[in-house]
């Protein structure tokens, strides 16, 4: 039997650094909304705003469709509230490589020096314009054809940081996010890009949805963050020399949600039959904020079940509906097992979604 790679730590205080990932278009909601001076930004080291946009052909930053450039300065100007808090601008996101005019920007951006060299000129000038610290790059993902991508991505990732680094110095902050799975971390170059950036934002959440039904996993109902396969998912950066040191583990303030095809089967590996309903302020099936689980707690007075090993509370309720979240005492869990593991910090997506009295970045700052 081989050996599990484990990394040569001690323990680390990950609540040192604590990142909250805040949503540009969150204001376009019916209710649950948190505008810029409303973020808790004292429980934060770091904010990072979602999301610039990548123009293609001229590289410029612009903000997405759902909100006005004004937002960037309202953001950025917390830091009066807050003079030690760092404001990053994250570039991306799932919807920037979904099939359209954007899909292509990242690959093409990254393919030459002269398109890289336009790029971090415009960057640069924007974080200045708006007082911007640093940039998240979230480019979901380099190298996988199901998102647009191009066998070079992962090698062309590596030119583009490391030329960000060489113009941005010590000035400006540089990280990326990184899937858990296999599939799609497997185009990085991760050794590498983590020795470039100053750290990594793992998405240790989103591992199952309904898109599993397209999977060879197929329609099951399972957790949608989960330590166990976190634990997997942290060995395939030990593998490859990354250092705890290096790495942001993920946490999410909202549930995923399921209808369930059995109402009696509802542990995890029971089959799912599609999304669970829109919640009344995010609308989106299959995903509900921590308020909107608050809400559904109070209303049906369902009692929650703990999963100990994987450090998540399901819930089912209604006639059919099922839900996976983190709540308080989980957030908890996670951050001890940051904490065993060794690693650098914590952050959310995201401190738009807690509940109104903020129970969720409580947790996770302590």
């Known amino acids: 039997m081989c050996k599990q790679p484990k990394p040569n730590v001690g323990s680390s205080n990950s609540r040192q650094v604590v990142i909250g990932y805040y949503e540009g278009w969150n204001m376009n909601k019916k209710c649950g909304t948190m505008t810029p001076e409303e973020i808790p930004v004292h429980s934060l080291t770091h904010l990072i705003f979602s999301f610039g946009f990548i123009a293609p052909g001229t590289f410029k930053i612009e903000p997405m469709s759902d909100?006005?450039?004004?937002?960037?300065?309202?953001?950025?100007?917390?830091?009066m509230k807050k003079p030690s808090l760092k404001v990053l601008i994250a570039l991306g996101g799932w919807t920037h490589n979904d099939p359209g005019k954007y899909q292509k920007v990242f690959s093409d951006m990254a393919a030459s020096a002269a398109n890289r060299k336009t790029f971090i000129s415009n960057l640069i000038g924007f974080m200045a314009e708006y007082g911007f610290d640093g940039v998240d790059l979230d480019w979901e993902y380099p190298g996988a054809p199901d998102r647009g991508g191009i066998p070079e991505d992962g090698e062309n990732l590596n030119k583009l940081m490391k030329e960000m680094k060489d113009a941005m110095g010590s000035r400006y902050i540089l990280t990326f996010t990184a899937p858990t799975s296999y599939w799609y971390l497997r185009h990085f170059?991760?050794?590498?890009?983590?020795?470039?950036?100053d750290w990594i934002n793992l998405m240790s959440y989103d591992l199952h949805g309904v898109w599993d039904s397209d999977n060879p996993i197929g329609n099951q109902i399972l957790g949608h963050t989960n330590l166990t396969e976190i634990d997997l998912a942290l060995d395939?950066?030990?593998r490859n020399d990354v250092s705890p040191s290096k790495i942001v583990l993920g946490t999410g303030f909202y549930g995923r949600s399921f209808r369930l095809e059995d109402p009696k089967c509802w542990t995890p590996g029971c089959k799912f039959s599609g999304p669970g309903e829109k919640g009344e302020c995010t609308a989106t099936e299959g995903f509900l904020s921590y308020k909107e689980v608050k809400d559904i707690l109070a209303k049906t007075k369902a009692k929650p079940k703990l999963d100990k090993d994987a450090a998540v509370q399901y819930l089912t309720y209604g006639q059919n509906s099922w839900i996976s979240y983190?709540?308080?005492a989980t957030i908890q869990m996670k951050v001890d097992f940051a904490n065993k593991r060794g690693l650098k910090g914590l952050m959310t997506w995201a401190i738009d979604i807690d509940d109104e009295k903020g129970d969720l970045i409580r947790a996770l700052t302590g």
């Open 67 to 79: 909100f006005q450039p004004s937002l960037f300065g309202r953001v950025t100007d917390l830091k």
């Open 236 to 238: 395939l950066l030990w």
């Open 326 to 328: 983190d709540d308080p």
């Open 189 to 197: 170059d991760i050794k590498k890009s983590a020795e470039i950036a």
